[in-house]
């Protein structure tokens, strides 16, 4: 059950399916799969990644390399995170060089998290090209980046955010659209101003 704040964007059923039409749309515009690897971005990017290889191999018969990339070293808001910030394993173990990458995440936004990525990947080799694929593309980019294989588009506003959940971290598979919660300042001049009417 949602909570009253959240819509429901994507079921179960949707994020299958879109995962299955970013498959058929990577084998399309790669005849050769061998030349292919997929990268997934710390946290949800990894159990994407992992089910469009799956996915892969169910249409082609071949098992693509994976790769798991946490980006916080890379960010560039990393000196105000500071101590937060919270490392992980970056985890590829096959050659990135003259190599096809397809880098998997949940949601779009800024595209700053991309871009961190792209910083990261490039500590590991040259890449042929560069691909990315989302779940989830919402807008309000800061960056010239912009998906090649997108799940839904959802249109979003600053005052909402968009949170993925999967089985394999959750126990769930959904997308939902989720109004943040006001300031306490906010509500305390809402308070306020309505004791004021009240009089």
Do not use: C
């Not at 990339?69 to 890379?74: A, G, K, Q």
Request: aromatic share 2%; net charge positive.
């Amino acid at each position: 059950m949602t909570d009253a704040k959240s819509v429901s964007v994507m079921d179960a059923d949707k994020i299958d399916r879109s995962l299955t039409r970013i498959a058929h749309e990577i084998v399309e515009r790669h005849r050769d799969v061998g030349r292919l690897v997929l990268v997934g971005i710390r946290t949800r990017g990894v159990p994407l990644a992992r089910r469009l290889q799956g996915k892969v191999r169910a249409i082609e018969g071949k098992e693509l390399p994976l790769g798991i990339l946490d980006i916080n070293l890379y960010r560039d808001d990393i000196t105000s995170v500071g101590p937060s910030a919270i490392l992980k394993e970056t985890i590829i173990h096959f050659p990135i060089d003259e190599r096809r990458v397809i880098l998997v995440d949940d949601v779009l936004f800024t595209g700053r998290t991309v871009r961190a990525a792209l910083d990261g990947l490039m500590d590991f080799g040259r890449p042929k090209s560069i691909e990315l694929a989302v779940l989830v593309d919402r807008g309000h980019r800061e960056l010239p980046i912009r998906a090649d294989y997108v799940g839904k588009n959802v249109p979003t506003n600053l005052e909402e955010m968009v949170q993925v959940l999967l089985q394999e971290d959750d126990g769930r598979d959904e997308v939902l659209l989720v109004k943040r919660p006001e300031k306490k300042e906010s509500r305390r001049h809402a308070t306020r101003d309505a004791a004021r009417a009240a009089r």
